[in-house]
């Protein structure tokens, strides 16, 4: 099956940028729909992006819009989530996730994407 490892998370003080990298591995000849999620402690996962297997923006959350971008390398297979002008309120732990089929055409849930990364945390301060 797919497994996925996200990285890039860390420190970093508001204002600052970091950049988030989810590679695959498993079944490479399928197209997912790639995206990822962030949870705050005690609040439920929530999307923050997808991208559809052909580059096509399928999803941003109001909070990030202008902010961050996901961009996809589908050479390497792997994807990305570049955060700048980073917030307090963006600290969260931060993970990639998959699905085998197109991005969700609604606002993204957990469930809809079976393979996740295993987090990565992000964290910013001032």
């Known amino acids: 099956q797919v497994q996925l490892v996200d990285s890039g998370g860390g420190s970093v003080q508001a204002g600052g940028s970091l950049r988030l990298s989810c590679a695959v591995s498993?079944?490479?000849?399928?197209?997912?729909?790639m995206g990822w999620f962030r949870q705050a402690p005690g609040k439920e996962r929530e999307a923050v992006a997808t991208v559809h297997s052909n580059g096509i923006i399928a999803y941003y959350a109001d909070s990030v819009k202008g902010r961050f971008t996901i961009s996809r390398d589908n050479v390497k297979n792997m994807w990305y989530l570049q955060m700048n002008s980073l917030k307090p309120e963006d600290t969260a732990m931060y993970y990639c996730?998959?699905?085998?089929?197109?991005?969700?055409?609604?606002?993204?849930?957990?469930?809809?994407?079976?393979?996740w990364g295993q987090g990565t945390q992000v964290t910013v301060s001032s």
């Open positions: 996730a998959a699905r085998e089929r197109t991005c969700p055409a609604i606002t993204p849930t957990p469930a809809a994407f079976p393979y």
């Open positions: 498993g079944d490479t000849y399928r197209s997912y729909c």
